[in-house]
């Protein structure tokens, strides 16, 4: 299926112009954040944006309602922070890595040093500055929490030594040492057999494969797990509710240890013992209301939007017994969670909710 519309993901150098200002994006391979530099990130939505950082579906962190000369002063501020460090590539450094790996017992194997491997090798291929914004590497470190985020290029341990190189769900068995190559491989493969499409699953797996010369028969494990908010082992897991971290929210996580890890799950991971989070609003508890809800940005930051989603959910909150609520101001529906969930949408004179009226 060949694309008409033009690739215009938001980044830190492309500022998306919402109606609310303009809207950065900033990538974070492995979802990584030392202290310090969320700290940066919290200052320069005060100053900049409109004070709060969005969370992504991908683990990445926005910032919306930048003023005009706000893009090339939150750029520079980034660059000096360590969070921009290629101008080329900034868009395409699109890696999940499971969050919790090496923090608990569920982890076959420590994936983030191999994010930051394949950050620092994609970067240093000029040519795959050309892949769309939207592709997705993913790391699962054996536990699964990755395996419904519909990765273009996935990896998922299967001890300390080997791993599932898997694309459009069919894999072949790799070691670790080779993973970051066969992924940039993968993704090379990809940029010269499609045409304007912006995913593997646009071109067709096989065509990918082929061109990569590897033959998949192992059939990827698509069993996926949720991580809810609380302890495991020796971190500790944050629900933001509805992802909008505000300035308060952003000084205690930063103040919880040296690093935190943001999720494809609006949540944050930091070290067991952090204090303070509850009393600014913050979830540590897997019981919440907030667990699993999640909304597009809707009025006033989305032109197309009909409501306020992110005001309505909060007043509204819909509980379907445990499944995931997701919120959407249009039947555009930006930012619904993959697989089942219960669909708010707005329709200009209230909201239906899977068909039905609310
Ligand atoms: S779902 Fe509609 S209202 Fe919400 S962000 Fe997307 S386009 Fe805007």
């Known amino acids: 299926m060949a ?3 033009t690739d215009r993901c938001p980044g830190v150098l492309a500022v998306h112009q919402a109606a609310d200002g303009g ?13 310090a530099q969320l700290d940066v990130l919290r200052v320069a939505a005060a100053e900049l944006g409109d004070g709060r950082l969005e969370l992504t579906s991908r683990g990445n962190v926005q910032i919306r309602g930048l003023k005009a000369d706000g893009p090339q002063e939150l750029s520079d501020r980034l660059y000096s922070a360590g969070l921009l460090p290629s101008i080329t590539h900034e868009r395409v450094r699109n890696i999940l890595a499971s969050p919790l790996s090496g923090l608990d017992q569920e982890s076959r194997y420590d994936v983030l040093p191999v994010a930051a491997a394949l950050d620092r090798a994609l ?3 000029p040519a795959l500055a050309e892949l769309p914004g939207r592709f997705l590497f993913a790391l699962d470190d054996g536990r699964g929490d990755l395996a419904d985020v519909r990765a273009d290029v996935a990896v998922r341990a299967l001890d300390e030594r080997s791993a599932v190189l898997s694309l459009g769900g069919r894999g072949v068995r790799v070691g670790w040492a080779d993973v970051p190559e066969l992924m940039l491989a993968a993704a090379e493969a990809f940029l010269a057999v499609r045409d304007q499409e912006w995913r593997i699953a646009e071109v067709g797996a096989d065509r990918v494969l082929e061109r990569l010369g590897v033959r998949a028969d192992e059939v990827a494990d698509t069993s996926s797990t949720r991580m809810a908010a609380g302890v495991h082992g020796s971190a500790l897991v944050v629900t933001v509710p509805l992802g909008s971290v505000t300035q308060d929210q952003a000084a205690v996580l930063a103040q919880g240890g040296d690093e935190v890890r943001i999720t494809p799950w609006r949540s944050v991971v930091v070290p067991v013992g952090a204090t303070g989070l ?11 209301v907030w667990e699993g809800v999640t909304a597009c ?25 445990g499944r995931r609520v997701h919120w959407s101001g249009c039947e555009r529906r930006c930012g619904k969670p993959a697989g089942a969930f219960v669909d708010v ?14």
């Open 297 to 321: 940005a809707g009025q006033p930051g989305c032109a197309k939007a009909l409501a306020d989603v992110r005001t309505d959910a909060t007043r509204l909150n819909v509980v379907r017994g």
């Open 3 to 5: 694309r008409t519309e």
């Open 23 to 35: 809207l950065a994006r900033v990538r974070l391979p492995g979802g990584r954040l030392s202290s």
């Open 345 to 358: 949408v707005a329709v200009g004179n209230g909201y239906l909710v899977d068909g039905e009226r609310l």
């Open 278 to 288: 509850e009393e600014v609003g913050l979830v540590t508890q897997p019981d919440s």
């Open 123 to 125: 970067c240093g291929r």
